[in-house]
Antibody
């Protein structure tokens, strides 16, 4: 059974960098049929796609966040990570990591439980 | 900036049928947008229901179906159950980027 688990600080100061890691268990992150995504959701609001990474290292980002976001992968640890710099209160949200299977059609199949990150001094 | 629009809220009676739609600010939604639909209940992560416009996952109840309708993507629930009360999100693919709709809060009453 594949599981994804987000981890990282729950509180980040304004202007600093938010760093989260998603640890994948029950399957290899290196499998060529998947890519790995980050999505966030402010309290009481909708979902926002942040970006994705293939295990080749190729990435795509939300244009509205592109200047501040970096997603990376560490296959040796079966993890992928999110860095969002210059954060403000508007970046306060539950952050989810997810796996997307791509073998012809693409679909989200596994999500982490989400982790709340609050930006506050 | 691309905007994906859904009905903010809909209400349906148990056993009834309801259609949720998903529109793109760039024009008509086609199969090339590979529409995904997700269900989210309070305090839970989203759960995938539909991918590539019409395809169901193995766990998707038969009463859920996806389609294209009048230039929009659509999610139809037939024979709605009380447990279908939830927030529903569509997701459209724009080349390398993806955009979620704002969500539809479905009330079963």
């Amino acid at each position: 059974q594949v599981q994804l688990q987000e981890s990282g600080p729950g509180l980040v100061k304004p202007s600093q960098t938010l760093s989260l890691t998603c640890t994948v268990s029950g399957g290899s992150i290196s499998s060529g049929s998947y890519y790995w995504s980050w999505i966030r959701q402010p309290a009481g609001k909708g979902l926002e796609w942040i970006g994705r990474i293939y295990t080749s290292g190729s990435t795509n980002y939300n244009p509205s966040l592109k200047s501040r976001v970096t997603i990376s992968v560490d296959t040796s640890k079966n993890q992928f990570s999110l860095k969002l710099n210059s954060v403000t209160a508007a970046d306060t949200a539950v952050y989810y990591c997810a796996r997307v299977y791509c073998g012809g059609d693409c679909y989200y199949d596994y999500w982490g439980q989400g982790t709340l990150v609050t930006v506050s001094s | 900036q691309t905007v994906v629009t859904q009905e903010p809220s809909l209400t349906v009676s148990p056993g009834g049928t309801v259609t949720l739609t998903c529109a793109s600010s760039t024009g008509a939604v086609t199969s090339g947008y590979y529409t995904n639909w997700f269900q989210q209940k309070p305090g839970q992560a989203p759960r995938a229901l539909i991918y590539s416009t019409t395809n169901k996952h193995s766990w998707t109840p038969a009463r859920f179906s996806g389609s294209l309708l009048g230039g929009k993507a659509a999610l139809t629930l037939s024979g709605v159950q009380p447990e279908d009360e939830a927030e529903y999100y569509c997701l459209l693919y724009y080349g390398g980027a993806q955009v979620f709709g704002g969500g539809t809060k479905l009330t079963v009453l």
